[in-house]
Structure formats: C-alpha cells, structure tokens
C-alpha cells in the first residue's frame, strides 16, 4: 500500500486526509446545531436527522444516479425532521432533550426501515476534487481528494458568523435565543424564527448525513453514524456558539477519529479499540472540562435548556 | 434611507400626540384589573400614574401598548380611535414603552441592540453606516451609552438610559415609563429624570410614568392620574396636590407615616458571625473578598452600597445558592452551611432580591410557594413524606389574608403577581414564622408602593424588636438610615465603613460608597 512507502510520515498525512473527511458530517452537523442552539433551542435529534440524511442521500443517489440530487433530498428530508422537532418543542411544557431523544430514535427507525433495501446496492458517489496533482506521490494524492461538501462546509463557518453579526435575520436569531422577552416586546415572532433555524440547522445536519453515505466512508449501514450527531452537538458547546470555532473543533474531532485507522494503516494494531474511542474520550473531555458550578458557560444563548 | 430620516427629525420639532384612554376594563378571569379607567395624556407633559401594588398600572399601560387586548374602552390618539393590537402599532402612532424589567438582549452591544429595535431595518446591515449614523444620534440624545459594550456589562443605570434612548431612537413621541427608577441610585434617577424632563419642557416628548416615588412626582411631574384597585381615583395638577392628598388618593384615606420605634435589648449576643469570606462572581472574578461582620440579637446591620460591590454574592452566599470559595459563616458560633437543616435548626430566613428568580417557583401556585418552607414537617405533611394539602391550602389563606396578597386565587401561578405583590408573597413566607431568629433582607422594598414600604419596615422593626438578628443588605440609603442599628458600606467586595447609627456620616458613607 502507498502508505507503507511513506512510513511514519504517513500518519500525520492519513491523519490530515481523515480530518477533512472524517470532520466534514461533524462540521455540517455543528454549524447546523449552532444555528439551531443560537435561538434558544437543542437539537439532539440531529442524530436522527444524520442517519436519516445519509440514508436518504444514498438512496436518491442511486435510484437516479446522481449524487447531487442525493444531497438535496438528504437536505430535505433533514428538514422534514426538523419541521416535526421545530413544532414539537413549540408546544407548552414540552422538553427540547426529551423530543430531542424521540427524535433520534424515529429518525433512525425510519433510516433502518426505508434503508434496508439499500445497504447491498452501491451507489454513484459524489465526485471529489483532487488537490493533490502537483505531487506524483499517490497517498499524497489519496489525502487530497477533497469533497465539496468539505469545501461547501469551510465556506459557511464565515458566512454564518457575518450572518448573525450583519443581518436583520441573524439578530432576531439572536435575539430570540438570548432573551425571548426582549424579542417579544421588539415584536419579533419567536416561534417563527425558531421554526426557522431548527429547519435550516436540519437541513445541513441532513447534508452531513449524504457526507457520511456520498463521500467517507461512502457506503450506508445502520452504524454508518455512530453518534457523531449526538458528539457535533457537544462540539457546539465546545465551540462557545461560535460557526468559526465549530470549523476548529469539527476538525479536532474528525482528526481524532482518524487516529485509529491512521495507527492501524502503518501496522500498530495495538489499542486500535482504544484509538477508536477517541472522539468518545474527547467528548467527555471537554465535558468535564467545560462544566464547572459556579461559572456559566461564556457565549451561552440565554434562553438555551429554559421552558420559554 | 433610515439614516436621513434621522437626520431629519432631530431639526423639525414635531408636538407630540394627544392620548387619552376613555373607560378601559381588562378582566383576566374572574379578577376586573381595569374597570371603567379614563386617562388623559396633554402633549408636552409629563404625567404621572399612581397607585398602590396590584393597582392596575401595568395593566393599563399595557393594554395602550396593544400587548393585552382590553374588554371595553378606547385608546384615542389625536382625537381618532386607534385599534392597537401589537406594540408596533402603538410605535406607528409614537407611542414606546420601557417596562418595568429590561428588554435588551444581554449577550449584544449597545449597537446591535439599538439596530435590533428598529421596526424598519434593511437584511443587510452596513455596520459602518450605522455606526456613524448611531454616533450622530448619540449626540443629540439626552443621555449617552458606550455604543460597542455588551449590554451584559453594563451598570443597571445605564441598561435604564439604553431602554429610554431606545425609545427615542424609534422617535417615540410618548413615552410610558414603568417604574423605571427602581433599579437606579437616587442620583441616578435624578440624572435621568431631569434630562427627561428637560426634553418635555422643549415640547417634544410626553411622558407618563409609572413611579411609587413621592419625590419624583414632585419633583419632576405636571399632572397626575391615580388608580385603586383597578378603578380611577382622580386626577389633578402636581403643583396643587400635597403628598398627603396624593396618598389620599391611593388609599382612600389619609394616613401618617408611623414613627420608628426601636426598644432598647439589655442582653444581646451574636447570631450571625461571617470571617473572612471570599466568593466568586459568575464569570469567576473575586465578588467578596475577605468580608467580616457580626450581627447582634435583635439588632438591624444595614449594609450600604453602589449595586455590583458583592452585596447579591453575599446574599446568594448566605442563602446556600452560592458556594464560597474562603472563609466560614458561623450561626450561633456553628459552623453554618446553608443546608435547609441548619437553615430550620438555626431558624434562619431569608429575603432575597428579585424574589420571583430567587424565591419562588414561578409556575407553582401562589399556596404552593408559601409552603416551600414548611410541606415537609407537620401539619403540612405526614411524616414528612405525605402533604396534607387541605393543611396547606389553609395556611395559604391565611397569609393571603394576612400579608394582603392582592391574587385571583390561591392557585394562580405566582409569576402571573403584580411585582410587588410576588415580594409579598416571599415576605409572607418568610416572617411568617414564630420561631425566626435571623434574617437576612436584600432590598425588600425593591418596587413597593408607599403603604406596603410602611407595612415592611414595621416587620422588619418588629422582628428585631422582637430581638431577631437582622442583616438588612439595601440601596436605599434612607431606609438604611431609618431602619438600622449599625450601617456599613460594602465595596469591592468588603466592608470600608462601620459606624453606630447615631454618629453616621452621610457625606463619609456617600464617599465610601463611591470607593474612596
Ligand atoms: N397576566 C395576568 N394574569 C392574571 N392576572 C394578572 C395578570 N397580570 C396582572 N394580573 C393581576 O391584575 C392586577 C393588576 O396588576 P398590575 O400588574 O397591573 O398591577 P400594578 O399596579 O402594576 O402593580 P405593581 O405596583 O405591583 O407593579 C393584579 O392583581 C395582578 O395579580
Ligand atoms: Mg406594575
């Protein structure tokens, strides 16, 4: 294998080549949830929305053998889900974590259930772009087949943090998910805006998902997810709130579930399990590390986990 | 084009418009919170709306708004009938409110937050532009505020300035105030009234204020309208009303405020002994650092100061909502951790500030937070685990009754409570015990009009005659100076001036609070 040629500098480069891969579903998933947390609400479902997505993106893909049509749909459905989730948790005395949990699990019942015809047929996949043609080495050429969803994911981390500091939209979102009393007496519509994001932060969870089946790991099974919706959600926090930082962190993560494989690809086999376990591990980290009882969470929306 | 038309009301100087409320009733369920209420704005004047806690103030003002939806009556604008159905109809006829809690969204600047109000914005904003354009508001308004500081750092006075300019960056015409002095120093109030008052007098602005503030309405005020219990008690120009007369009004008869009278206790010995405390703000920054202080049985400790100086830290402390980081509290010289086992053994009680975030559960019925003290232990439970709730439902009556809760029903959530009628609620259950030996009161009268003022310091007078230890933490000077035995003055975190009431210092304890 080409990576044996290059010996050990081959796992900073599977590494780096596993971060844009492995980070992209965490960076669609994270932005979409900082969007959605930004006005006021959680979205654990996100998991679902995930699963839902990949399955959706493969299936559309290969029925009419275009993976961009694949995505959209995977777009689609995710706000579908998010549309349920939006007008659930709008409901008085509903809990954002409870629906939020009834939420994966009926996004991916119906990923198992409309996916089961799905995980022998292989689908067209989406073409990536290949950044690597200046090196005549072909790991290096392997790493640097980027995806365009990657790319597309790059771009919006800015493009959010200028929505909600420039825009009229991405204030209200603000707003609303800081102190739904200040947006109520500005006559701001907080159900509105919060059916809004929810549905858009869906949408890109639901792109995530086509990432997962449409580019790396490329395939659809039902462990194809394994929790990285729930993991982009804690990102988020790890993130303060911020799109720029849910870009660092999203790599961080993608570059910590690479580190298995990157180890087992130059033959340390050892404590492969373990190095698997990474993103888990890292997880509960930056939990612990970011809770601490006598300080709030700087960046925090203000409205964020109350009933309003 | 926002820009320009900023421009341009600042160089024409329009009157504002007339509004008048003629016989407004608003029911909320079986309680008439407005029956039958008139009220008549001139333009260029600055009117006040009075009223006991419970009144209908709020109410009132609130349905000028359109946020409520009144059962009958008009609200007429420059002679015209005008449905108002959303504050953003009343802003289309020049009318803005600034409410009795604060409506600017923390985590934005002063900018963001000026830019967010504006009914009209473009999707895009040009942040140059509206900077440059804010700036050249700023210099006209009557009050300045750092345009790019996070409304969250920002000092309770100059939240109030923002929530006013807000109003007048919208160009309201009249301008409805609620309570908006509560939250300020004297002074504070002073600087922000007078400008205001200036504003009115150049004819450009109206503004009807809702304030329990004899002192400001003298002061600051042309014309008055008074509410009791949700009916029109009058009406009539300031300069030829007394105080007297005023409170007449409110109450339906005249009363005398009530001498202090303090009984002098042979034996005293401390209750409350804090050494060198140290605890943290919530960002993590030093809140007290190294305070200590001794309460005596039935003696009232006032602590003075500028709000922000540790006071609520101190409080939270005490009450167990805050942990701290150094030092000990001892409670009869035991050591004391706040847990509702010491708090019942030590018979320790509490008022603290903003009782409706601090003190109740806002979804829970008004009997049910009058019980938060006691369904745990007999009568109100059996054997601590099963509540008696007809025991409960009585007790709560009997403090409605008492404590002269003004509340539909037992049952009603307590967050639905006028504000001053919550800090009653908390009074009730607190004072309400026979065996209480400390207490400690953080700004009772935060928001109390003038008879329920009176009603609490005779409590808080009684219980210390009565030889309870009293840590009385206020703002307002006046009553420290009326209440306490001792007074101190806490900034930055610590305790710079001690003195027996009888040789206080106004002009020394105004500089230490100050911070020098
Ligand atoms: N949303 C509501 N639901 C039910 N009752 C309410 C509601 N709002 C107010 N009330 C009741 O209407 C009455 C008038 O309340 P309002 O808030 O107008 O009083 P206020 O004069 O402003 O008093 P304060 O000086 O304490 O602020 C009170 O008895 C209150 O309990
Ligand atoms: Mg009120």
Redesign the pocket.
């Known amino acids: 294998m080409a990576t044996e040629a290059l010996g050990w500098l081959g796992v900073p480069l599977a590494i780096a080549a596993g971060t844009m891969r492995g980070g992209t579903p965490f960076l669609l998933v994270s932005l979409g949830e900082c969007l959605t947390e930004k006005s006021g609400k959680i979205n654990l479902g996100l998991e679902g929305t995930l699963l839902t997505g990949a399955m959706t993106a493969y299936a559309v893909s290969y029925l009419t053998q275009s993976p961009w049509s694949g995505v959209i749909a995977a777009g689609l459905a995710g706000m579908v889900l998010g549309f349920i989730h939006a007008w659930l948790t709008q409901q008085p005395r509903v809990n954002d974590v409870a629906v939020g949990i009834a939420m994966i699990i009926f996004g991916s019942g119906i990923a198992f259930f409309l996916g089961k015809p799905f995980i022998q047929p292989s689908a067209p996949q989406l073409a990536t772009l290949a950044l690597g043609g200046w090196s005549a080495n072909a790991s290096v050429q392997e790493a640097l087949r980027i995806s365009p969803l990657f790319i597309i994911g790059v771009l919006l981390a800015p493009t959010l943090t200028w929505f909600f500091k420039s825009t009229r939209w991405g204030l209200f979102v603000r707003a609303v998910g800081d102190s739904p009393d200040a947006a109520l007496a500005m006559g701001i519509s907080i159900a509105k805006v919060r059916m809004l994001s929810i549905v858009a932060g869906s949408f890109l969870a639901g792109i995530g998902g086509a990432s997962l089946s449409l580019y790396y790991p490329g395939i659809w099974s039902e462990r194809i997810s394994s929790g990285q919706g729930l993991m982009a959600v804690a990102l988020v926090i790890f993130a303060r709130w911020q799109p720029i930082q849910c870009l660092y962190a999203s790599l961080l993560f993608g570059g910590a579930q690479a580190l298995g494989p990157a180890l087992q690809s130059i033959g340390i086999t050892q404590g492969y399990y373990l190095f698997n376990a990474a993103p888990y591990i890292l997880t509960l980290a930056i939990m612990i590390a970011t809770c601490s009882p006598n300080r709030k969470i700087s960046g925090a929306p203000g409205a964020l986990g109350t009933s309003n | 084009m926002n820009t320009t038309l900023t421009h341009q009301s600042h160089t024409e100087v329009l009157v504002p418009p007339e509004l008048e409320v003629v016989r407004m009733t608003?029911k909320?369920?079986h309680?008439t919170?407005?029956d039958d209420v008139s009220l008549h704005l001139r333009p260029g004047t600055f009117h006040a709306l009075l009223?006991?806690?419970?009144?209908?103030?709020?109410?009132?003002?609130?349905c000028i708004m359109g946020f409520?939806r009144p059962d009958h009556g008009d609200v007429i604008v420059d002679r015209h009938s005008r449905t108002i159905d959303s504050p953003r109809d009343a802003h289309r006829y020049g009318i803005g409110m600034v409410y009795?809690h604060f409506t600017s969204v923390p985590a934005m600047t002063v900018a963001e937050n000026l830019v967010l109000s504006r009914y009209e914005t473009s999707n895009f904003i040009n942040w140059k532009q509206e900077l440059q354009a804010l700036d050249t508001f700023m210099e006209t308004a009557p009050f300045q505020v750092p345009l790019s500081t996070p409304v969250s750092q920002l000092a309770a006075g100059q939240k109030q300035k923002l929530e006013i300019l807000k109003q007048i960056y919208l160009k309201a015409r009249i301008l409805i105030l609620?309570?908006p002095t509560s939250v300020l120093t004297p002074q504070e109030a002073d600087e922000v009234l007078g400008l205001l008052r200036e504003t009115v007098t150049q004819g450009r602005l109206s503004v009807l204020i809702?304030s329990?503030k004899f002192r400001e309405v003298t002061a600051f005020c042309d014309e008055i309208t008074v509410?009791r219990k949700?009916k029109f008690a009058g009406t009539g120009l300031v300069k030829n009303l007394s105080i007297a007369d005023m409170s007449e009004m409110m109450m339906g008869e005249r009363r005398q405020p009530k001498p202090v009278h303090k009984t002098t206790h042979l034996q005293q010995n401390p209750i409350l002994q804090i050494q060198q405390l140290h605890a943290h703000k919530d960002n993590g920054a030093e809140a007290l650092a190294g305070l200590s202080l001794t309460v005596q049985s039935g003696e009232i400790l006032g602590i003075a100061g500028i709000s922000g100086n540790g006071q609520r830290e101190l409080v939270e402390v005490l009450a167990g909502q805050r942990p701290a980081t150094q030092g000990q509290i001892l409670v009869n010289s035991e050591v004391y951790r706040s847990t509702r086992a010491e708090m019942y053994r030590h018979r320790v009680y509490t008022l603290p500030e903003e009782p409706l975030r601090n003190a109740c559960v806002p979804h829970m019925s008004v009997a049910e937070n009058l019980a938060l003290r006691t369904f745990d232990r007999p009568p109100q439970s059996k054997a601590g685990v099963w509540l008696v709730l007809k025991m409960i439902r009585q007790m709560a009556a009997g403090l409605i009754d008492t404590f002269k809760i003004?509340?539909?029903s037992a049952e009603?959530p307590v967050g639905?409570?006028?504000?001053?009628?919550?800090?009653r609620t908390v009074l009730a259950r607190e004072l309400s015990s026979e065996r209480i030996q400390l207490l400690i009161a953080a700004n009772p009268c935060f928001?109390?009009?003038f008879a329920a003022v009176e009603d609490i310091h005779g409590q808080i007078l009684a219980a210390r005659n009565q030889n309870v230890a009293v840590l009385l933490v206020s703002e307002d000077l006046d009553e420290l100076l009326k209440l306490a035995d001792r007074i101190t003055v806490m900034s930055e975190g610590r305790l710079v001036y001690e003195s027996a009431i009888a040789e206080a210092d106004f002009a020394t304890i105004g500089r230490s609070m100050a911070g020098h």
């Open positions: 608003k909320f369920g309680l919170a407005l009223g006991e806690n419970g009144a209908g103030k709020s109410t009132l003002v609130k409520y009795q609620d309570e809702i329990h509410l949700g003004k509340t539909p009603t639905n409570l006028s504000g001053g009628n919550v800090q928001g109390l009009d």
